[in-house]
Nanobody, 124 residues
Framework: VQLQASGGGLVQAGGSLRLSCAAS????????LGWFRQAPGKEREFVGTIGWSGDSTDYADSVKGRFTISRDNVKNTAFLQMNSLKPEDTAVYYC??????????????????WGQGTQVTVSS
């Protein structure tokens, strides 16, 4: 699976952005998808994840209620809708995928495939 994240940019606090993660490969629909982020000087951290069927999601407490993950297995694309953005959401955002039928969870080591990242900057 090859992943390509896009949709980042500069937005004011309180605004919204929608990130996309386009995937190639026939195994996308059988992979858990995760979103992670890394701010300057900090470790990469879990944002959220969605199961291969799209009916199970999990979010970090810091984004719960503001961010929503979805996926379209026909178009091999996952999305991260980010609302009510805060300056502390500023980071490079990465999408990641597990091997087929693997559970990813919150541990980035469980994800085998990574996109290149897209920058999100939230101004105050």
């Amino acid at each position: 699976v090859q992943l390509q994240a896009s949709g980042g940019g500069l937005v004011q606090a309180g605004g919204s952005l929608r990130l996309s993660c386009a995937a190639s490969g026939r195994t996308f629909s059988r992979a858990t998808l995760g979103w992670f982020r890394q701010a300057p000087g900090k470790e990469r951290e879990f944002v959220g994840t969605i199961g291969w069927s799209g009916d199970s999601t999990d979010y970090a407490d810091s984004v719960k209620g503001r961010f929503t993950i979805s996926r379209d297995n026909v178009k091999n694309t996952a999305f991260l809708q980010m609302n009510s953005l805060k300056p502390e959401d500023t980071a490079v955002y990465y999408c990641a995928a597990t091997k087929s039928f693997y559970y990813g969870g919150r541990d980035l080591k469980m994800y085998d495939y990574w996109g290149q990242g897209t920058q999100v900057t939230v101004s105050s």
